[in-house]
T-cell receptor, first 116, second 113 residues
Framework: KQEVTQIPAALSVPEGENLVLNCSFT??????LQWFRQDPGKGLTSLLLIQSSQREQTSGRLNASLDKSSGRSTLYIAASQPGDSATYLC???????????????FGTGTLLAVQP | EAGVVQSPRYKIIEKKQPVAFWCNPI?????LYWYRQNLGQGPELLIR????????DSQLPKDRFSAERLKGVDSTLKIQPAELGDSAVYLC???????????FGSGTRLTVV
């Protein structure tokens, strides 16, 4: 069974620090991987989408990498700010999951708190 | 461009009552998804539509949950009767193709008391 795991579950850092969030998945047969941000009580906001053929994507202070062979992705946040505080979710679109195709499977998220 | 629109934002009902959630996907997105997110967990897929056809409903508790996507645009998710364990956030998402990523709505937070 394919799984998506995120570590750490929670992270607290002082403002200005660079940080890395980790995501691992158990099957390399994926179409893409997407990082989302979720603020308390809100929906999901897409941050970065990495296709299976790509190694990384960048948007502003965010950089996401993908190593399909090892089943890992990292989200790097540079110069963190209190406004970055949220839950960050990794989601993998597996080619096949339990007999179904095109299934987006989420990790449980990393709760980030950036202290001013 | 309007995003994925969901309503209501919040709903509080007593157990055994029915409840319905509505979703309007991004215009032109053929694929629509309903996810359920329990507190502290990642979202889990309930049902996926390709146009008006439900192509993956293996995770939908069919004894009490139903969904429809008439005309392949808007969708409604219904629970009847609701149970205490149904309290969660119900998220709708849409995509144009598997390479374009998913866009999520703001979700409906359901509390069953």
């Amino acid at each position: 069974k394919q799984e998506v795991t995120q570590i750490p579950a929670a992270l607290s850092v002082p403002e200005g620090e660079n940080l890395v969030l980790n995501c691992s998945f158990t099957d390399s047969a994926i179409y893409n991987l997407q990082w989302f941000r979720q603020d308390p009580g809100k929906g999901l906001t897409s941050l970065l989408l990495i296709q299976s053929s790509q190694r990384e994507q960048t948007s502003g202070r965010l950089n996401a990498s993908l190593d399909k062979s090892s089943g890992r992705s990292t989200l790097y946040i540079a110069a963190s700010q209190p406004g970055d505080s949220a839950t960050y979710l990794c989601a993998v679109l597996f080619q096949s999951y339990g007999g179904a195709t095109n299934k987006l499977i989420f990790g449980t998220g990393t709760l980030l708190a950036v202290q001013p | 461009e309007a995003g994925v629109v969901q309503s209501p934002r919040y709903k509080i009902i007593e157990k055994k009552q029915p409840v319905a959630f509505w979703c309007n996907p991004i215009s032109g997105h053929n694929t629509l998804y309903w996810y359920r997110q329990n507190l502290g967990q990642g979202p889990e897929l309930l049902i996926r539509y390709e146009n008006e056809e439900a192509v993956d409903d293996s995770q939908l508790p069919k004894d009490r949950f139903s969904a429809e996507r008439l005309k392949g645009v808007d969708s409604t998710l219904k629970i009847q009767p609701a149970e205490l364990g149904d309290s969660a956030v119900y998220l709708c998402a849409s995509s144009s193709d598997r390479g374009s990523g998913y866009t999520f709505g703001s979700g409906t937070r359901l509390t069953v008391v």
